[in-house]
């Protein structure tokens, strides 16, 4: 088998749910080292521990979505699958991700050691819980089969101009996630229709993230952890703007600033971020990091927003998937068979 160009992805909050309960432990028991480094720093600041919420009996949303415990779960999830792919199989070109997806980047670039990585996730996440700022909202901007419905997104934002203390949140391939104030949220969810049965749908425990709202975060966050170094990152990076860190050049300084300051108040454009790495890298595959595959879908609109390889529809693209995968979700047992090179990944 031939060596092909990859571009990693991380996932988001969401992505740990009822389904990938002892994730960690099924996947990653070579890996007791690493997870023992993030249980105890856990520990210090007086949580519990991620492998003892992995290897919990029994799944609570209450528990499991709350952003300091979900943020930690699914960066150790996805920093351990990175480390599973079998680079003599895919050569890496670059790694991004959506959201929280855009600290486990950091730390899979090595601009950050997995440690640090896992602080700026763990302290982010506990401190939008304690904050609890506003919410988000998602809700589609593409038909069932994956085609973007004429006129809808300049309709959804034109009532986020509208609508006092809502927010454009993250541009999510065929989705648009907004945040907001508990007010805005009720007055947007009451002007959409409802749609395919779940949509508007409020997110579980998720803060208005990616907004002016969060401004307080973000200064907590600069001042808690101003004492983590960086490194040039060893792969390109594409941040939410769809901008890429290159190595061995990057201003660490700017990165560090957009991180903790741009990054958690202004729009999140996954969409561009997964366009512009597909133009600038041209990578064979896309694969995302586990835990979950709620992320696949975005990727496969953007792929089909974006005519990658003809992909004109869902159709299209389920039929490529069958002959020969685009996208590779380490959160599918046999595409994370392909990627880790083994029965075992």
């Known amino acids: ?99 929280m997806g855009w600290y486990v980047a950091m730390a899979c670039a090595g601009v950050l050691t997995a440690d640090a990585g896992f602080e700026l996730v763990n302290t982010t996440g506990r401190l939008m819980h ?23 997104r300049a309709a959804l934002m034109q009532m986020i101009d509208d609508t006092d203390g809502l927010y454009l949140s993250i541009d999510l391939g065929g989705m648009i996630v907004f945040a907001g104030t508990e007010a805005a949220l009720e007055t947007a969810t009451a002007r959409l229709d409802p749609l395919q049965g779940r949509f508007p749908m409020r997110l579980k425990n998720h803060a208005g993230f990616h907004a002016p709202l969060q401004q307080p975060v973000a200064e907590q966050a600069q001042s808690a952890l101003a004492h983590l170094s960086l490194q040039q990152p060893h792969s390109p990076l594409i941040d939410g703007r769809g901008a890429l860190w290159q190595p061995p050049l990057s201003d660490l300084a700017a990165l560090w600033r957009y991180t903790l300051g741009r990054q958690i108040v202004t729009p999140y454009d996954f969409t561009r971020a997964l366009r512009n790495a597909l133009r600038e890298l041209a990578p064979d595959v896309v694969i995302i990091l586990g835990p979950g595959t709620t992320l696949g879908g975005a990727v496969a609109q953007t792929l089909i927003a974006s005519d ?37 990944g």
């Open 130 to 152: 304690d904050s609890m700022i506003g919410g988000q909202i998602l809700y589609p901007v593409v038909d069932e089969n994956w085609v973007e419905v004429p006129g809808r």
């Open 308 to 344: 990658w390889h003809g992909l004109g529809n869902k159709y299209d693209f389920s039929a490529r998937q069958d002959a020969d995968p685009l996208i590779l979700s380490m959160g599918i047992a046999a595409q994370r068979d392909i990627v880790t090179g083994d029965k075992h």
């Open 1 to 99: 088998m031939s060596r092909k160009s990859a571009l990693v992805i991380a996932p988001g909050r969401g992505t740990y749910n009822k389904e990938e309960l002892g994730y960690l432990a099924r996947h990653h028991g070579d890996k007791r080292d690493l997870i023992a480094g993030f249980d105890a720093l856990r520990r210090a600041s007086g949580e519990t521990p991620v492998s003892e919420l992995d290897g919990a009996t029994i799944y609570s949303a209450a528990r499991f979505t709350r952003g300091d415990n979900a943020s930690a779960l699914i960066y150790s999830c996805a920093y351990s699958d990175y480390m599973s792919i079998d680079q003599q199989l895919f050569d890496i070109v670059g790694i991004t991700g959506n959201s």
